[in-house]
């Protein structure tokens, strides 16, 4: 039990040609066969959603979503993140990665129930170190995809 956080980069895919430039839709329809009546009924299309991070009481991470994501609040709902967000938390990682003395400041821990320890240690610096690995591997699944962050305790 503790604060679980996820991201996830999920795509739109429809069967006309704007939204199915990479052919996305249509070598899902094809893979699927006969059980893919249900994609070309009225509206064609197909969300694809693929986990890209996951973090355990990381919780200065969490404040960061919640105070630059969720209007400041703090509900477990999934919230939509620009690729600006993502980029500008990627810097702060490595700008407190590179200064250990600017975590206060740039990215500060926050207390809540079963959010981990709120002191500056060696799994606070693992986690930004972790953190910088995802979000790097996030930017690189392409310009088509939306990112949301989500998460539960």
Sequence with gaps: MGLDQYLYAKQYTSDSTY??????FTMLKETLGEDARHLVKDMP????EMKVGQWLKS?????YFVDNCQNGEDDC??????REKITELLDLC?????????????LPTASGFFFGST???????????????????????????????????
Excluded: C
């Excluded at 919780?59 to 404040?63: L, P």
């Excluded at 490595?94 to 740039?106: G, I, M, N, R, T």
């Excluded at 986690?127 to 910088?132: G, R, S």
């Design 19 to 24: 939204f199915n430039k990479a052919g996305v």
């Design 45 to 48: 299309s197909i969300s694809v």
């Design 59 to 63: 919780n200065q991470i969490h404040q």
């Design 77 to 82: 709902r999934m919230s939509y993140v620009s």
């Design 94 to 106: 490595k700008q407190v990665l590179a200064d250990h003395s600017k975590a206060d400041e740039l």
């Design 119 to 153: 002191d500056y240690n060696e799994w606070y610096f693992s986690d930004l170190e972790d953190t910088v690995s995802i979000l790097e591997n996030a930017l690189s699944v392409g310009d088509d995809w939306e990112f949301y962050y989500q998460s539960s305790w």
